[in-house]
């Protein structure tokens, strides 16, 4: 978690994902996350310096989703391919 704003220096805030990707929007982090089992995406922001002196962290971390899906959505059904055809 650290390392991402560590290679990022101009990146302030970041979303991640159950699985521990990181998305830099909000809704391609909550779209990613409705392909996992757990749904839950988490807000990391960056500190100042200050707060990062006072606090002794680099990164703050904020659930922005409870991992709850929409009852109203119609799941969509991926098409077969041939990979995943039966033969």
Known sequence: MKNVFKQNPKLDVVYQTSDKKYFYLENDAANHAQT?????VIKLER?????????????????????????DA?????KPTKRTEKK
Not at 36 to 40: A, H, M, P, R
Not at 48 to 56: F, P
Not at 74 to 78: L, Q
């Open 74 to 78: 119609e799941p969509v059904a991926a």
């Open 36 to 40: 996992l089992e757990n749904k839950k």
């Open 47 to 71: 500190e100042s310096k200050k707060e990062s002196e006072e606090n002794k962290t680099t990164e703050r971390a904020e659930p922005v989703t409870d991992g709850s899906t929409q009852t």
